[in-house]
């Protein structure tokens, strides 16, 4: 058998012998984007709570998500799934494991949910559908309230966005509306869930110790014109400039002295010893 032949069936044999190997199953990505928001139409009687949850579905390697829901202020409230923590929270749906939570709060005012968490590790990105978050709302009056998503960012564990897209629905509220109660929607205990502090803006009382007053005694310790100064003057002040106009060599003449009579002996001796040698080579000459 020729060598090129044997080299193709080794390099074959190889390939087939790796897909038959044993391993985690290749997840495909899904060519339709991420959806979230609420998807069914809801109903419910003044005074009355329902449930409305916040889903995903089609989701596909999911570790993080920031989602925001808008309402009508004036035909909903809601109610503090989490009393313990300060504002109004949701519940905690059972798609994501907990984690870091930036947000999850309801603005009553505006109108805003506003819901952004991600796993942490050891936990695995999520695939498939489930329950981001479920707000307890509250019907004021009779009317119509949109649930629109005005944000919505999805990432994978590595930081990369996922294509995404949010759904809108309605929560209608009305008299005629079917008081039973709905099974409730499961989500999980807060307390695993790490709440981070809300990024805002720094408050200007950190700002007020690193003010001026510590500037200002320095400036008028010492006056411009020492004539002017209320106390004695410091006869230290002059001494850094009297060393500074006196050279050192004047201060200490008797260093020049010195070198002068050492150049002069020198100079004697060199010219004895001169004179010495020029005689001897007459004499040898």
Do not use: H
Not at 13 to 22: A, E, Q, R, V
Not at 104 to 115: C, Q, S, Y
Not at 241 to 263: G, R, S
Request: hydrophobic residues 45%.
């Amino acid at each position: 058998m020729k060598p090129y032949r044997i080299a193709s069936i080794l390099i074959l044999t190889l390939i087939m012998g790796s897909l038959c190997l044993p391993g985690k199953p290749a997840q495909a990505q899904s060519s339709a984007p991420v959806e979230a928001g609420v998807f069914l139409a809801l109903e419910a009687a003044p005074g009355t709570v329902i449930e409305a949850p916040v889903q995903i579905r089609n989701a596909s390697q999911v570790y993080a998500i920031d989602i925001e829901l808008q309402f009508d202020p004036a035909v909903l409230a809601a109610e503090d799934a989490n009393p313990s923590s300060a504002g109004i929270q949701m519940g905690f749906g059972e798609f994501l494991d907990p984690g870091l939570a930036l947000f999850n709060e309801v603005d009553l005012e505006k109108g805003i949910a506003r819901f952004a968490v991600s796993q942490i590790n050891p936990s695995e990105p999520k695939s498939g559908d489930g329950v981001l978050f479920v707000i307890y709302f509250v019907g004021l009056k009779e009317g119509v309230s949109p649930l629109t998503v005005t944000n919505l960012q999805v990432a994978s564990r590595e930081g990369d966005e996922i294509a995404s897209s949010g759904v809108d629905s309605t929560l209608t509220v009305s008299a005629g509306a079917p008081k039973s109660a709905a099974t409730p929607i499961p989500v999980q205990d807060p307390g695993g869930m790490i709440q981070l502090p809300t990024p805002g803006p720094s408050s200007t009382p950190t700002l007020a110790p690193t003010a001026v007053p510590t500037a200002q005694p320095t400036l008028q310790a010492q006056p411009a014109d020492p004539a002017t100064a209320s106390g004695p003057v410091d006869p230290t002040v002059e001494t850094p400039a009297d060393a500074v106009e006196k050279p050192f060599l004047v201060q200490n003449w008797w260093i020049i002295l010195i070198v002068l009579l050492v150049a002069v002996i020198m100079g004697a001796f060199f010219l004895k010893n001169t004179s010495k040698f020029q005689k001897g080579k007459g004499v040898e000459k």
